[in-house]
């Protein structure tokens, strides 16, 4: 499986971007599926999973209810919807695809696309 994320600028704070993640291979739908961060000096982060069959949603504590995670298995795509921009927010966000046991660690995922960045400013 390969990983693209796209999707990344500037943004102001407040504002909304939306990530995108195209994978290839035919396998991409029995995969769960996240999006990580990370900021200059900081270790990677969690942010969002959703789970194979999109019954199983994880989010971060500091995005939820500002961030949405969705996937179209038809078009082998994962979405990361962002509201509510923080200057925090910024990072490069990385998309990730793998078999888990579960969403929120890196250990849960096998494949990892090139990041795309997101700036915020206030």
């Known amino acids: 499986v390969q990983l693209q994320a796209s999707g990344g600028g500037p943004v102001q704070a407040g504002g909304s971007l939306s990530l995108s993640c195209s994978a290839s291979?035919?396998?991409?739908?029995?995969?769960?599926m996240g999006w990580f961060r990370q900021a200059p000096g900081k270790e990677r982060e969690f942010v969002a999973g959703i789970g194979w069959s999109s019954d199983s949603i994880e989010y971060s504590d500091s995005v939820k209810g500002r961030f949405t995670i969705s996937r179209d298995s038809g078009r082998n795509t994962v979405y990361l919807q962002m509201n509510s921009l923080k200057p925090d927010d910024t990072a490069v966000y990385y998309c990730a695809a793998g078999s888990g046991p579960g969403l929120t660690t890196p250990d849960s995922y096998t494949y990892w696309g090139l990041g795309t960045q997101v700036t915020v400013s206030s």
């Open positions: 291979g035919r396998t991409f739908r029995r995969y769960g």
